[in-house]
């Protein structure tokens, strides 16, 4: 009997499939009925091998999952989201969710590819384009204002519109597009922007700051004109934000960006990136009476979350550490992103009109730029954990979005073992399907990683001499699983470069069934806005 | 007992090198110029304030610079004088790149290891260093060690045939390091990590696609005899 099901089933995907070949936006015509089909015989459990569904765990977890699917009949109304959680994994491709997934499971001593992120437990999910105003390939500054403004612009341009050009203060007048969290401040709710990156980096400073360039994140950063012409500087907008009652966390890296040339930093020693004497960290305390300041670990902890109403950690002076070096890499102590999570989650949702939380990986991106994979799947891990906490801690009326700006040229490639370790050597599978006693070789006979880059550092491993004889070095005399290890590439790069591929976007709570599809990447600030009515909110709180 | 008369033969070569011989090492910031000949030609000027010592190359005016204020966080530069520009390293970037660092190491120019795996052998006419000589690594060497200043006062290597020597010259004074290092501190930056980032600056286009970590330009070597600036694969 369930035989029969099955077939009935691929009938229906047949069907499905027939009628979507009929032309554009035409119903095709019913064909002629078939004739009557044989009644396939019964299978016989356990005796004839051939009700195998009963038994085959990949045809039940499949069921189920449908089965739980096909609850899902939501159709939130507007502003139904009373808080919203952003993740943003930067440079955060399918490939390195994929690559991260398995990284994670084998962690945890399993096979891998059955290992889930914490996001991938969502219930919706879709994808999304990711191009610019002007560039096929984006960086981040043009994919985040998308995400936080609703609208596309031009590579390096930092929450505004197109209409400006890059490095050319004077065409931003005017050309300012208001970001989520503007709105949610304007609207009176607690609003958070965590990174661990440079919290002027373009990513988190699309969020509170507008900028014609990413690159101008201290006034050292920028051209004399362009401060005559009364441009201000990433970090100086940060402090002096001037909607609703200021962000109430502030985390990430970026130190020196808000510190004057007259001070040197209390980790590393080195003067500040301020030309113009403002001291930011201490201007936030002045301006926020209940604001605190920390840079290290230990102060983070003590923090009082209960009384401190406005928190700045500032914890490196550029980037924090990859999260590989967290612990053991980094004198001061820093904490984690999922920590930062959660405490910013304590403090944001202490005010009843609800928060904005944007919360960035932002060093996958760079330990892709470098060639490593340990690290970018590393920090995409740690990402999942911070997933994980605000799953933990928000309560149901908050929608939590996860996706990335742009993908990475990271490839997942070769026929490796199911389990095979996802830094290693391709090792194959023998005639009988089972695990192959050799290395997989290339047409020189020599062993390739299952991870590799398009482009970047990793071309050729430079001068050393094992590249010489098959131009490609012998990969059993390095380290592959290490985490230092430089994945090799095809195109010499100094650097290697974003995709241009679509990225995926995870969603849950109020709202999430409008993520679905395939979509344009500012249609996520809409989602956002739909479902917390954060638009309609700003006015009414304007009134 | 063969290996005497070879090692008398090395010895003029060296002793040549004591022209330069300095018998107090200088506080502050100071330096040595090295005259490069063999397979690499020109000159190297190495510049120490404190915990800073860089690596220059006025030719191409290409500069690497350690700083070592926290021993924990060595920060490195690479410093493009002709386009006044500097690309900082963090510890993390350095890791990604796989360049372990070791402070002695970079500051003595050349390994503690490297000195204790070669022979050290006789030599005269220098009462303030050492010499040394050996194979390590498929690399021939020999050295002659300045014991107050803790630099080769000479370092030749032979790989395949190819020698490369580097010959201390003269020591650079507290100003000329000074001003150097001051110059740098004032160009424009660009954190590592950053660079990809960058594609529409000139410059940094330019160091993506020629790529600017790989090949160590001061040929100081770590403790297993590898080059620095080597990514270690």
Redesign the interface.
Known sequence: MKLKAIVLAMMTLSALTLAGCGSDGEKGATGATGATGADGSNGQDGTDGRDYTAANEWFMAGQDAVTKASGNSISDSAGKAKNIILFVGDGMGISTLTAARIYQGQQQGKSGEENRLSFETFPYSGLVKTYSANQQTP??APTMTAIVTGVKTK??IISVSDAAV?DQCSTSTGHEVMTALELAEIAGMSTGIISTARLT??TPAATYAHSVE??WEADSDMPQAALDAGCKDIASQLIDFPYGDGPEVAMGGGRTYFMPNTETDP????AGRRNDGRDLTTEWTSKYSDGAYVWNRAQFMSVDTNSVKHLLGLFEN??M??EA?RVN???AGEPSLAEMTSRALDMLKQNDSGYFLMVEGG?I???H????AA?ALEDTVALSDAVRVAIEKADKDTLILVTADHSHVFTIAGYPVRGNPILGLVRGVDASGAAATTYSTDSNGMPYTTLGYANG?GFG????AVNTDSNR?DLNL???TD????QEATV???????AGEDVAVYAKGPGAQLVTGSVEQNMLFHVMNYAANLVGRAEAAQN | MKILPMLLLLCPALVSATEFCPDARPTDAWGVSYQLSGDKQGTLLLLRQQAQTAFYNPQNQIAEWW?F??P??P?FSRVFGEAKRRI?Y????L????VRVSQAEIESFTSEHLRQVLTKVPQSSCTTAEAYEGEYQQVHYQLLWSTTLGLPLVLETEVGGKVSRWQAQQLLTNDTVKQQLQQWQRYQRT??????????DPFLAK?????????SEHAAYDSHGHPLG????
């Open positions: 960086d981040s590579d390096g890059r980096h373009a990413r690159n980790e590393y020693g080195r550029s980037h550490q990859y070096d890499g980094d004198g060093r991106d760079h330990a730029h470098a060639g490593n690290r550092p491993f430079g001068s050393a070095p390095y380290a592959v985490v230092d290890y430089r010499p790069l100094g650097s290697e470069t974003h | 700083r204020d926290n924990k966080h920060q900082d963090y510890a993390g970037d890791r990604t790149l796989g954190d590592f990590a950053d660079v990809g980032d960058n594609d529409q160091m993506i696609n020629q790529g600017f970590v790989e090949h080597n990514h270690g694969h």
